[in-house]
């Protein structure tokens, strides 16, 4: 169901100067006016940045960030065409870190609610059929969270990209990790061992299943960001470079530096 605008704020993000519609509903001016600050702040997710706009309750534009942090107690909402890039997940709402971040087109319908290390996660899922698959990748994704030392919004709108492309697949046993670099991947650096890299070469040799093109491209990621090597413009296609990529680490053919975000 399309959001009711109350008022649509036209802005142009200072970092990339991609220009940006903002949609602001009833629930969104009453969330500004429960705030203890008076203001909430809606974002658009830019890639590898979130810009910001803070409103108050009557819609005003009250200053804009980029920025990449959730700070404790604040609650950000994401700009909901954010939800067009998704098949399954219709809304969600994160809670972490005493912030929260959420994004729905009206309001938050039924709901599936997850609670894994200290941190809770909603899902409005498009498709009730996927509920057992959607809480076991949930769970994924929150232990996945745990283990990133700050919550980066950039990185955790990229899983919740990853997270809805995963939803209608078989869990894995890698899920843990697979969101764990997800969440870390703005800072990583993938680094290639040439020796494991001429090994896997070999291998590729003698399995005629595997492609050749496969050695050529783990070769091709060193010394990318992780982040930067994922992006593709489905999240179907950054879910399978994710998963390559994560299938090399298990085989000791990349490893990854953590560099300043």
């Known amino acids: 169901m399309a959001t009711r605008a109350v008022r649509v ?12 519609e903002f949609v602001l509903d009833a629930s969104t001016l009453t969330a500004a006016l429960s705030s203890p600050t008076g203001l909430v702040g809606v974002a658009d997710y ?10 108050d309750a009557e819609g005003r534009d009250r200053g804009v960030r980029v920025f990449r942090t959730l700070q404790r107690g604040e609650t950000v909402r994401v700009n909901p065409a954010y939800l067009n890039y998704m098949s399954h997940i219709a809304g969600f709402r994160l809670s972490t870190g005493g ?6 087109r009206r309001s938050m ?6 609670y894994e290390e200290n941190s809770e996660l909603e899902l409005e899922l498009t498709n ?3 509920a057992k698959s959607a809480v076991e990748w949930a769970r994924g994704y929150l232990k996945g969270l745990a283990k990133a030392p700050t919550v980066d919004l950039s990185a955790m709108l990229l899983s919740a990209l990853l997270l809805d492309s995963s939803i209608g697949t078989q869990p894995s046993p890698f899920m843990a990790r697979l969101f764990e670099l997800a969440f870390k991947s703005r800072r990583l650096v993938i680094r290639v061992d040439a020796g494991a890299l001429a090994l ?7 399995l005629p299943w595997i492609s050749p ?24 296609t950054m879910r399978e470079r ?15 530096e953590e560099v300043a975000g």
Do not use: M
């Not at 093109?213 to 179907?236: C, H, I, K, S, Y």
């Open 9 to 20: 704020l036209k802005l142009t993000c200072p970092d990339c100067g991609r220009g940006v």
């Open 46 to 55: 830019h890639g590898d940045h979130v810009f910001i706009v803070y409103v």
């Open 99 to 104: 912030g929260v971040i959420e994004c729905y």
């Open 109 to 114: 319908g039924t709901a599936l609610k997850v």
């Open 128 to 130: 009730f059929d996927l």
């Open 200 to 206: 896997f070469r070999e291998y590729v040799n003698r």
């Open 213 to 236: 093109r496969t050695v050529d491209w783990a070769a091709g990621l060193d010394g990318w960001r992780l982040v930067d090597a994922v992006l593709a413009q489905d999240p179907v």
């Open 242 to 256: 994710f998963s390559g990529i994560l299938a090399l680490e298990r085989r000791g053919i990349v490893r990854f």
